[in-house]
C-alpha cells in the first residue's frame, strides 16, 4: 500500500507542502481545505504536473474528513496567517477553533497517524493537536525551530558568505518572537559561530531571525511567508516516512526535559517512523536557560487561555 500524507489546508504553506511532497513522489497526497474548489483545484493541478515530474504521487482535494482516511501523516496548516502588525499570538483564539475541528476529523479516521503542527501560534496549536487527538507525545510534532535554524543559517551564511548547507544552527524555544538562537551550537562546517563572527553582528543576526517572520509579513502585505515553512515541515516528513532519525529542532511536548512540563516547546528531536524518538538533551548556560524559561512561559500563558484541562 502506498504511503498516505493528509495536509490540512490549502492555502500557501498547505499547497506547497503538498506539492514538495508529490514532485518528489514521497507519498500520495490529500490536500483539505474548508473551501473544496480550492482544494480540489490545486490537487488536479499538483496530479497534472506529477507526469512532468516523473512522480507516481496522486494527489487528492478534499472537504469531507472521510477521504484522509488511513492517513501515515496528517500536516494541519489550516488557520489563517499573519497580516501587517499581527504578531502570530494574535492568531490564538481563531486558529485554536480551527485546529480543534480539523485535528477531530481526521484523528477520527487515522488514528494511528503522527500529526505535523505547522498552524501559528504553533506550539500552542500542537498542545490543542495532542488534547484533542488523544495521540501520545511522540505523534504530535510541531514545526517551528527547524524554519527559526533555517533563516539563522541563512542569516549566518549570507554574513560569512559561504553556503548555507554548510551552516549548523540551533534555535530552540517556542516558536515566537522569544526564540532562543543558540550561537554556541550554532557552526559552519563544524567551526563554532562566534569564532567566525563578532558578538554585535550575532546579536543583530539573532534579532532578525527573531523577526524573520516579520520581514516577510512586511514585504507580502497579504499573508505570511510558505516557502520555507513548507520546505521544512517536508523534512520532518522525510525522516519520519523514511525512519532517517534526523536530529531536528521541533516542538514538543516537554515532561520534565529543560526543565519543563506539559508544555510544548522546540528542543532538538530525533525523528523516525514512530514519530519523536527522542529529545536530545542539551547543557545550556544559566543565561540560555533563562531565556528558554522566558519562551516557555510565554508558550505556557498562551496554553492557559485555552482553557484546557
Ligand atoms: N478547515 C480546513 N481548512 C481551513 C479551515 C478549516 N476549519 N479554516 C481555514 N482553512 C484553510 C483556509 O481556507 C486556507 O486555504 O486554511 C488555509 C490557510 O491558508 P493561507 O490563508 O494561505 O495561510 P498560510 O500562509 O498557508 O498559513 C497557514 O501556517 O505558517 C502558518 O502562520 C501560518 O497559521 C498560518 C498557517
Redesign the pocket.
Known amino acids: 500500500m502506498k504511503t498516505k500524507i493528509s495536509v ?7 499547497a506547497t507542502t503538498a506539492e514538495l511532497i508529490a514532485r518528489d513522489g514521497l507519498a500520495d497526497v490529500v490536500l ?4 473544496e474548489g ?1 482544494a480540489k483545484g490545486k490537487a488536479l493541478d499538483m496530479t497534472e504536473a506529477c507526469p512532468v515530474w516523473g512522480s507516481p504521487s496522486i494527489v487528492t482535494g478534499t472537504s469531507t474528513f472521510e477521504e484522509t482516511a488511513g492517513s501515515d501523516i496528517i500536516v494541519i ?6 497580516k501587517p502588525g499581527m504578531t ?1 499570538d494574535d ?1 490564538l483564539i481563531a ?1 485554536a477553533d ?1 485546529i480543534k ?2 485535528t477531530a476529523g481526521t484523528v477520527k479516521y487515522s488514528p494511528d497517524s503522527i500529526i505535523v503542527v ?3 501560534p504553533m506550539d500552542v496549536m500542537a498542545y490543542a493537536a495532542m488534547k484533542v487527538s488523544g495521540f501520545c507525545r511522540e505523534r504530535v510534532i510541531g514545526m517551528g525551530g527547524l524554519l527559526d535554524s533555517a533563516r539563522f543559517r541563512t542569516f549566518v551564511a549570507m554574513e560569512v558568505g559561504v553556503s548555507a548547507a554548510d551552516v549548523e544552527a540551533l534555535v530552540l524555544g517556542g516558536h515566537g518572537d522569544q526564540m532562543v538562537p543558540l550561537p554556541r551550537f550554532t557552526t559552519v562546517k563544524g567551526i563554532p559561530v562566534p569564532e567566525l563572527i563578532g558578538k554585535d553582528t550575532i546579536d543583530h543576526l539573532i534579532e532578525r531571525t527573531r523577526t524573520g517572520g516579520a520581514e516577510i509579513v512586511g514585504l507580502l502585505k497579504t ?4 516557502y520555507a ?1 513548507a520546505a521544512s515541515a517536508v523534512q520532518m516528513v522525510r525522516s519520519i516516512l523514511f525512519d532517517e532519525k534526523r536530529i531536528l529542532p521541533c516542538s514538543a511536548y516537554l515532561q520534565g526535559e529543560y526543565g519543563f512540563s506539559d508544555v510544548f516547546a522546540g528542543v532538538p528531536v530525533v525523528l523516525g517512523r514512530q514519530g519523536i524518538e527522542k529529545i536530545v538533551g542539551l547543557s545550556l548556560l544559566p543565561e540560555e536557560m533563562e531565556m528558554f524559561g522566558r519562551s516557555a512561559a510565554a508558550v505556557r500563558a498562551m496554553i492557559d487561555t485555552l482553557n484546557f484541562s
Open positions: 490540512i489546508g490549502a492555502g500557501n504553506v498547505g483539505f481545505d474548508i473551501h480550492l496548516t489550516a488557520g489563517f496567517p499573519r502570530r492568531l486558529n480551527v475541528t480539523v505547522v498552524t501559528n499573508g505570511s511567508a510558505f515553512p
